[in-house]
């Protein structure tokens, strides 16, 4: 059974940090590219960033460049996503996903790209 399980969400202030990890599990997370996607209330889900197996290409996108970074433990099959300086625009529910195949670096925000999604965890970002 495949299992991506999100954790680290929570209340934080503007300017904040928060770490977030997703556990994979139930497929072979080292050949899979894995993204952290984000849905707010009344907005539709959009692509944070991507990460290939290796760890060595990375794509974000352009409302997280220089504040997020993605990164993963192959050996511990676990995702991550370090957030610095919050704003308020960055509350949603995070998502972790692993691409069905090979990711395009031009399209790597495409939805159908992934089959594998966990359950989410929520980020709220408020004074």
């Known amino acids: 059974e495949v299992q991506l399980v999100a954790s680290g969400g929570g209340l934080v202030q503007p300017g904040g940090s928060l770490r977030l990890s997703c556990a994979a599990s139930?497929?072979?997370?080292?050949?899979?590219?894995m993204s952290w996607f984000r849905q707010a209330p009344g907005r539709e889900s959009e692509g944070v960033a991507v990460i290939y197996t290796g760890g060595g290409i990375t794509y974000y996108a352009d409302s997280v460049k220089g504040r997020f970074t993605i990164s993963r433990d192959n050996d511990k099959n676990t995702l991550y996503l370090q957030m610095n300086s919050l704003k308020p625009e960055d509350t949603a529910m995070y998502y972790c996903?692993?691409?069905?195949?090979?990711?395009?670096?031009?399209?790597?925000?495409?939805?159908?790209?992934?089959?594998?999604w966990g359950q989410g965890t929520q980020v709220t970002v408020s004074s």
């Open positions: 996903t692993a691409a069905r195949g090979w990711i395009a670096g031009g399209t790597w925000s495409r939805q159908s790209d992934y089959d594998y």
């Open positions: 139930g497929f072979t997370f080292s050949r899979r590219a």
